[in-house]
């Protein structure tokens, strides 16, 4: 059984940063692709940011130029860092893992940002 667990969401002051993690365990042969996903009260989940197997990135607009996404393949792990966080962030961030087409997802992390 495959699992992904998301952490590093907590509450923090606009303007400031955090680091969201993600691991997917279990019996995993090959992860193609793993993405942060994230959802406010009354709002559609959205996209993030992603990252493929080979390393290219794609980041959402609205948060280009702060955030960063990355990845530890050895560890099937990828990492969101968020900088300069605005109040506007403030939701449930989700980590999704493309595993040979099937698709898991993670619980998710509060992220609150207050000004």
């Known amino acids: 059984q495959i699992q992904v667990e998301e952490s590093g969401g907590r509450q923090v002051r606009a303007g400031g940063s955090l680091e969201l993690s993600c691991i997917a365990s279990g019996r995993i042969f090959g992860v193609n692709a793993m993405e942060w996903y994230r959802q406010a009260p009354g709002n559609e989940r959205e996209l993030v940011a992603g990252i493929g197997s080979n390393g290219n990135t794609r980041i959402a607009a609205s948060v280009k130029g702060r955030f960063i996404i990355s990845r530890d393949s050895s560890r099937r792990a990828e990492y969101l860092q968020m900088n300069d966080l605005k109040p506007d962030d403030t939701a449930v961030y989700y980590c999704?893992?493309?595993?040979?087409?099937?698709?898991?997802w993670g619980q998710g992390t509060q992220v609150t940002v207050f000004s």
């Open positions: 999704k893992v493309i595993i040979l087409g099937d698709t898991y």
